[in-house]
């Protein structure tokens, strides 16, 4: 087994599922198209991560791609550029609820399978103070939205609606269903 991602997350939560897999970066333009949905975008990503290291596979080898991003009323919000970036999208997400896409795809020699997964997380209403401790950790740096549900955001987080591992960014049910149709 392959995991198509450098996320040191994804490789955490891979391991609660599975022991015996390798990590194979993928280098793929994640640039958004025009029209394109959040979900469109994830399910996207994760297929061509997952193609672009097929062909470093063994035979019958199984290829895992997964990619995730955060929505707010649509817009995609990725990882901040720099801290005005981060600061518009706490102000997005403070005091209000948002959806956390992440698509994973399992690909076996010629079978593709592709699942997008949302979770609703709602934000407490966040001080400047609090947005700006918060960037000054640079936890937020590698994260989509900004944010890492799983290290010091957790305390801004109200409430979460569906998959916990899809918000930290590998839908562990969904990825086990999809690997068990897999084999």
């Known amino acids: 087994m392959i995991l198509a991602s ?29 029209h394109e949905s959040p979900a469109e975008y994830v399910a996207r990503l994760a297929e ?7 062909a470093k596979a063994f035979p019958d080898e199984v290829i895992i791609g ?11 919000l990725n990882k901040p550029v720099d801290e005005s970036d981060f600061l518009a999208m706490m102000e997005r ?3 209000s609820t948002h959806q956390v896409y992440s698509g994973v795809c399992v690909l076996r020699e010629t079978r593709c399978a592709v699942k997008v997964v949302t ?20 936890e937020p740096l590698d994260k989509a939205g900004g944010y890492g549900i799983q290290g010091l955001a957790a ?3 109200e409430s979460i609606h569906g998959s916990y591992t ?9 990825l086990e269903a999809l690997l068990n149709d897999a084999s």
């Open 6 to 34: 450098q996320s040191p997350r994804r490789r955490d939560l891979l391991k609660l599922i599975a022991t015996d897999f390798r990590v194979i970066p993928s280098d793929v333009d994640e640039s958004y198209r025009d």
């Open 48 to 54: 061509s991560k997952a193609r672009a290291v097929a």
């Open 66 to 76: 997964s990619d995730t991003t955060v929505a707010s009323a649509g817009v995609i």
């Open 93 to 95: 997400l403070s005091g």
């Open 119 to 138: 979770t609703d997380v709602t934000f407490r209403q966040l001080s400047m103070s609090e947005r700006l401790h918060y960037w000054q950790t640079g």
């Open 155 to 157: 305390r801004f987080i």
């Open 166 to 174: 899809n918000v930290v960014g590998l839908p562990l049910v969904e």
